[in-house]
Nanobody
Framework: QVQLVESGGGLVQTGGSLGLSCAAS????????MGWFRQAPGKEREFVAS????????AYADSVKGRFTMSKDNVRNTVYLQMNSLKSEDTAVYYC???????????WGQGTQVTVSS
């Protein structure tokens, strides 16, 4: 089993910044990629960003490119999401995930609320 513990999030004004982190523990010997999805009220969960654990290649949703920055700490098995220039449409519950690869199911964090007020 893998456990994902998210931290960060909260309330910020439009144009502000917040940082999220997600620490993986447990059976982390298989880590293909980790990343973030988000879900706003009444909407489907959508992709935000991901990082390949081996190549460190990062992918971003078009809606966050240039504003969000994802990084990782291999030693701590932790990923980070720095969110700048936040907009009201960034308001959502942000979920961290870990994809072990090899056909093994993904793991998800409990979610953390990000609220951007105008």
């Amino acid at each position: 089993q893998v456990q994902l513990v998210e931290s960060g999030g909260g309330l910020v004004q439009t144009g502000g910044s917040l940082g999220l982190s997600c620490a993986a523990s447990g059976r982390t010997f298989m880590m293909h990629d980790m990343g973030w999805f988000r879900q706003a009220p009444g909407k489907e969960r959508e992709f935000v960003a991901s990082i390949n654990w081996s190549t460190s290649k990062i992918a971003y949703a078009d809606s966050v490119k240039g504003r969000f920055t994802m990084s990782k700490d291999n030693v701590r098995n932790t990923v980070y999401l720095q969110m700048n220039s936040l907009k009201s449409e960034d308001t959502a519950v942000y979920y961290c995930y870990l994809n072990p690869g090899g056909g093994i199911r993904e793991y998800w964090g409990q979610g953390t609320q990000v609220t951007v007020s105008s």
